[in-house]
């Protein structure tokens, strides 16, 4: 078992080798992710990415598989969704700031978030209001979820509509 650091960037061979991985050769890749190497707290979680990706290419070259680029945005939502934001009740946006390098891309980056969003934001506000809480809640807090419900959208954003 080879102990290694993220400063060897052994992970990143990882990530080209799962795009290769195939469902009969995937426990493999797997196995090496896993028992090849003596893992810290940074090269784990490379393992792990690299062994879900591997599993999803593996998959994607299935007969069912072949899915499209609309598809693998899916994938990659439900996967943000179902890992990390489980508790997630509004909405959620990536922000791809390589766009800044193109000037029509400006209004990519309006604070500007759509109505339906708006409303579950609100909704989610007085929901919090009506929670009976074991913890105290901070007074600034509370003013914040009234302000919202009442229609004053935070932070400097503008709704528009879907």
């Not at 060897?8 to 799962?18: C, G, L, P, R, S």
């Not at 792990?48 to 499209?68: C, F, N, P, R, W």
Request: glycine content about 4%.
């Amino acid at each position: 078992m080879k102990k290694i650091t993220e400063e060897m960037n052994i992970h990143e061979e990882w990530f080209k080798q799962a795009k290769q991985v195939t469902l009969k050769t995937l426990p493999k890749f797997i196995n090496h992710l896993l028992n090849d190497y003596k893992h810290d707290y940074g090269t784990i979680v490379h393992a792990l990415s690299a062994g879900a990706l591997a599993t999803v290419y593996a998959m994607d070259k299935h007969e069912q598989g072949g899915i499209t680029g609309f598809q693998a945005n899916f994938i990659m939502w439900d996967f943000i969704r179902n890992w990390m934001y489980i508790t997630n009740k509004t909405s959620l946006k990536i922000i791809d700031y390589d766009k800044m390098l193109f000037p029509q891309y400006e209004d990519y980056f309006d604070k500007k978030i759509n109505s339906d969003t708006w409303k579950s934001i609100q909704e989610e506000a007085q929901k919090c209001l009506n929670e009976i809480y074991d913890y105290p809640i901070h007074q600034d807090v509370i003013k914040h979820w009234k302000s919202i419900v009442k229609g004053n959208v935070p932070f400097g954003y503008k709704v528009i509509e879907n």
